[in-house]
């Protein structure tokens, strides 16, 4: 592997990380950037792949791979409930096996690692907020395929990130957060264009009018603010009839 594949120091690999979170659209397309990554940077692709494995509410999930036979030793762990990447998490600490051949404490994971011809892995975590919990894993087809310097490189690497894995959630927060509130804006600008249009054909006041849109809601078991749509559109005579505020 070329070595201008590698960031050559750590304001290098921020300015990456960086670029992740501000080039990608979603934390799930962040996560799958960042495995592919990781996999680049921290090893020999060619001999080597990356994985991300998150926890919430207890249950670990594969979030992240560069390559699928990532999943497939994850999910052994995932099924015993016990494996490197599952304790890395848990124990907060670096899991190293040099050779997987030599490991008795994990019987489904060196059983699945044997058959995808994996000869070492790497699991270290990543520090989240919150109640979830994520880990960096990186298996080698070669055994003893991490040296000191990979393992130093790589909790220095988790560092930096896990503050970029971070900073894209609360990205992501926040824009859950605004398209929440547009919704809830066009929501109540339909309902109260549709009250104001019965207001003037019933020449009823503005409570009379919900009362009668939440009568229709109920009994055809359809959205208010559907039944509202419905009512603007059959007004101007046009159902693509904006009703929506603009980002």
């Given at each position: 592997m070329a070595d201008e594949t590698r960031p050559q120091s750590p304001e290098l690999l921020v300015d990456h990380l960086q670029d992740l979170v501000l080039k990608t659209q979603d934390v799930k397309e962040m996560l799958?950037?960042?495995?592919?990554?990781?996999?680049?940077?921290?090893?020999?692709?060619?001999?080597?792949?990356?994985?991300?494995?998150?926890?919430?509410?207890?249950?670990?999930?594969?979030?992240?791979?560069?390559?699928?036979?990532?999943?497939?030793?994850?999910?052994?762990?995932?099924?015993?409930?016990?494996?490197?990447?599952?304790?890395?998490?848990?124990?907060?600490?670096?899991?190293?096996?040099?050779?997987?051949?030599?490991?008795?404490?994990?019987?489904?994971?060196?059983a699945a690692a044997r058959e995808a011809g994996v000869g070492s892995s790497l699991s270290v975590p990543l520090i989240l907020e919150g109640e979830a919990s994520a880990g960096?894993?990186?298996?080698?087809?070669?055994?003893?395929?991490?040296?000191?310097?990979?393992?130093?490189?790589?909790?220095?690497?988790?560092?930096?990130?896990?503050?970029?894995?971070?900073?894209?959630?609360?990205?992501?927060?926040?824009?859950?957060a605004k398209a929440h509130l547009l919704a809830a804006m066009e929501s109540r600008t339909t309902i109260d264009l549709a009250a104001g249009a019965i207001m003037a054909q019933n020449r009823c006041n503005q409570e009379t009018a919900m009362k009668i849109l939440k009568i229709a809601s109920s009994s055809r078991n359809v959205k208010l603010r559907d039944v509202a749509a419905s009512v603007v559109a059959s007004l101007s005579q046009d159902p693509n009839v904006r009703t929506h505020f603009d980002a």
């Open positions: 799958d950037e960042l495995a592919r990554f990781s996999a680049v940077t921290l090893t020999d692709p060619a001999v080597a792949f990356c994985s991300i494995t998150l926890i919430q509410q207890r249950k670990p999930v594969t979030v992240a791979r560069s390559d699928d036979s990532a999943v497939r030793l994850d999910e052994s762990q995932y099924r015993a409930d016990d494996g490197p990447c599952l304790s890395s998490i848990r124990e907060q600490a670096v899991v190293h096996l040099p050779d997987l051949t030599d490991v008795a404490r994990w019987p489904a994971f060196t960096l894993n990186l298996y080698s087809t070669q055994s003893h395929g991490f040296t000191a310097d990979d393992i130093s490189m790589v909790e220095t690497y988790s560092y930096h990130a896990s503050k970029a894995l971070r900073l894209a959630v609360r990205i992501s927060q926040l824009a859950e």
